[in-house]
Every structure is written in structure tokens, then in C-alpha cells.
């Protein structure tokens, strides 16, 4: 009974040491306060919500990432090392200015060009890729026409919502099946609006809110978490809210991240 270290027997184990980096989500355990760090300094941490409510703590109080539970610390200073973009490439810093493709991506909207730039747009700049908009997924057929897609000028196409059954799966079969496949990828990803594409957690839920049908969804979401809706300023503003807790690809969904990626591919290859 006494071998090994029998003092430390039953003991849990002391809480993972996290450093308390700007943006990180953290739960205060006592209090049940969750957000992201907005602040720090020697003895205290400052955390806002998804309600824009801001609360100060000591650095030293009991946190937890995920449930788990964690100690905070000052920030130690990064390593040096090569840089690394936004999407996890590493990154170029003396690259000359390159010409753009003749191959595109497209995507639905406004949104998803914004999250695409933030993320990718080293990225796409280094391979020469621009990324335009089409206004909704009902215009691709007229797009394509008018670009005329080829073997040295692929398309590369991202909707919402692209489901079994759906309008969206109904357009891209047709292109997959038509001439034109070889030349244009459709890919999508499953959620109501690219807004999903955003972990939840980035903004301090578990989840995002369950919007009933018969309401405007954009309207539903900000309705849900007591954000302003009544004017499309607000959806905008609120849309720029949750853009800009984006910061690297981590914060996005694998079922986001992996169609951008297939798309990039598609179109840069030789």
C-alpha cells in the first residue's frame, strides 16, 4: 500500500498554466462570468461578454477554458520565428506584387468576402487569387456566362447552406453535370448564413441561437443575443461585431475552413 508516492494519492492534478493572451475565452468558475480577455496587467484581468459587459478579476481567481480548469498568467514574451498568417500558412514578408490569376472565387455575399479576406487574404494575395461577390447564389449561372470559365480560368465557388436538397445543392449539381464542370467547383458549407462559420465560443455561447423560420435569420440572431436589429445598419454593425472577433483560422468552423481551402487549391492548380 505505501509504494509509490502515497502522500499524492487522491490529489487532483494542479490546473493547466494558460497565458492570458488577448481574445482568449475564459469562464471566472465562481461567478460563472464568461468572456473573451480584453485586458491585462500584473495582479488583474479584464473579460467581455457577448452583451459587451466588461468585469475585472484577479489574475490569480479560478478560471476554465472548455470546462477544464486553468491558471492564468502574464503573457510571456513569443519566441522568435517565422510568422505565420492568419489562416496557419506561414508567412511571405518579401514578396514582390504578382498580377492576379485569370482563375476566381466566387461567394455569396458581402460576409463571406469580409471573413474570406480576413483569414485568407495573404494567402490569396501571395498565389495572386482575387475574391469577388455575387450577390446571391440566384446570379451565378448569369456570372459564369459572362466569365466564361476554362481550363486556364477556373472558378471557384463557396454558397451557404449547401444541404441535400436545398436550392443551393440543386444550382451546384446542375453546374457539376453541365460543360462547365470541369472548369468551376461549387462547394459549401451547412450553415444557415456564414455568420455560423464563427465558433460560438468566440463570443462567449456555447452555441449559436436556434432561429425559428418565420423569422429573418440575421434579425433572429441579434434579436437573441439583445443586439440592435431593426435597421440593416444594425445587422451590419453586428456583423462587424462578430468579424472582429476573428482573429486566425482557429476561430472558425472545419466545415468552413476545409471548403476555402479546397477552393484555393482548385483554382492555383498548375
Request: a neutral charge; one cysteine or more.
Amino acid at each position: 500500500m505505501l509504494s509509490g508516492d502515497w502522500k499524492k494519492a487522491g490529489r487532483k492534478p494542479p490546473p493547466r498554466l494558460v497565458d492570458a493572451v488577448r481574445d482568449l475565452v475564459v469562464e471566472e468558475t465562481v461567478s460563472g462570468f464568461t468572456g473573451a480577455i480584453v485586458r491585462v496587467e500584473a495582479q488583474t484581468v479584464e473579460l467581455v461578454d457577448w452583451k459587451d459587459r466588461v468585469r475585472a478579476f484577479p489574475l490569480t481567481a479560478s478560471f476554465a477554458i472548455d470546462g477544464e480548469p486553468v491558471r492564468l498568467q502574464f503573457p510571456r514574451a513569443a519566441p522568435a520565428g517565422r510568422l505565420r498568417s492568419a489562416s496557419g500558412s506561414f508567412a511571405v514578408t518579401d514578396a514582390q506584387a504578382r498580377t492576379a490569376l485569370p482563375s476566381r472565387i466566387f461567394v455569396e455575399g458581402r460576409h463571406d468576402a469580409e471573413l474570406v479576406e480576413k483569414v485568407w487574404g495573404h494567402d490569396l494575395r501571395i498565389e495572386g487569387v482575387a475574391v469577388e461577390y455575387l450577390e446571391g447564389v440566384d446570379n451565378l449561372e448569369a456570372v459564369l456566362r459572362q466569365f466564361r470559365p476554362g481550363p486556364e480560368r477556373r472558378v471557384g465557388v463557396l454558397v451557404d447552406h449547401l444541404v441535400k436538397g436545398s436550392k443551393e445543392s440543386r444550382i451546384a449539381d446542375a453546374i457539376a453535370t453541365s460543360p462547365l464542370g470541369r472548369s468551376v467547383l461549387v462547394v459549401g458549407h451547412p450553415y444557415v448564413d456564414v455568420w455560423q462559420s464563427v465558433r460560438p465560443a468566440r463570443l462567449g455561447m456555447k452555441e449559436w441561437p436556434v432561429v425559428p423560420r418565420s423569422i429573418e435569420w440575421k434579425q433572429g440572431i441579434c434579436e437573441a443575443l439583445g443586439w440592435p436589429h431593426a435597421e440593416q445598419a444594425d445587422i451590419a454593425r453586428a456583423w462587424q461585431r462578430i468579424l472582429g472577433q476573428v482573429r486566425t483560422f482557429a476561430d472558425l468552423e472545419p466545415a468552413f475552413l476545409g471548403r476555402v481551402e479546397e477552393l484555393i487549391d482548385f483554382v492555383t492548380a498548375p
